[in-house]
């Protein structure tokens, strides 16, 4: 009778030492899961920032690229100064011609 009961025990300690096991095993997943939510939530929030950020980068990026074409159209490419240039020297020489021969046209007429 004393083996029965010894061996009762003997499984009842065992049964006892693999439930503090199991039970150790358990708290150490659930501390690791509770670790991992809060990453996960905390990765999200950074995931969103981020989306937030690319969404503003965006919006500068296409208020920068009308800046930009507007600027373009207001530039003056050489070639078009060129030809102002060539103009300008054409009619300020007709305005010297013309004024040059108004003046003769004075002195032609005093005499």
Do not use: P
Not at 47 to 69: G, P
Not at 90 to 101: E, I, P
């Amino acid at each position: 009778m004393a083996y029965i009961v010894l061996t009762l025990i003997g499984f009842l300690g065992g049964g006892f030492c693999v439930y503090l096991f199991i039970e150790q095993k358990r708290r150490a997943l659930d501390a690791q899961h509770k670790k991992q939510v809060d990453q996960a939530r905390r990765l999200s929030n950074a995931l969103t920032d981020i989306e937030a950020q690319q969404q503003a980068v965006r919006n500068q990026s296409l208020t920068l690229q009308a800046a930009q074409t507007e600027y373009d159209a207001r530039i003056i490419t050489y070639q078009e100064l060129v030809n102002a240039n060539a103009l300008l020297t054409t009619d300020l020489r007709n305005l010297y011609f013309a004024a040059r021969s108004h003046d003769l046209d004075i002195e032609q007429s005093l005499r």
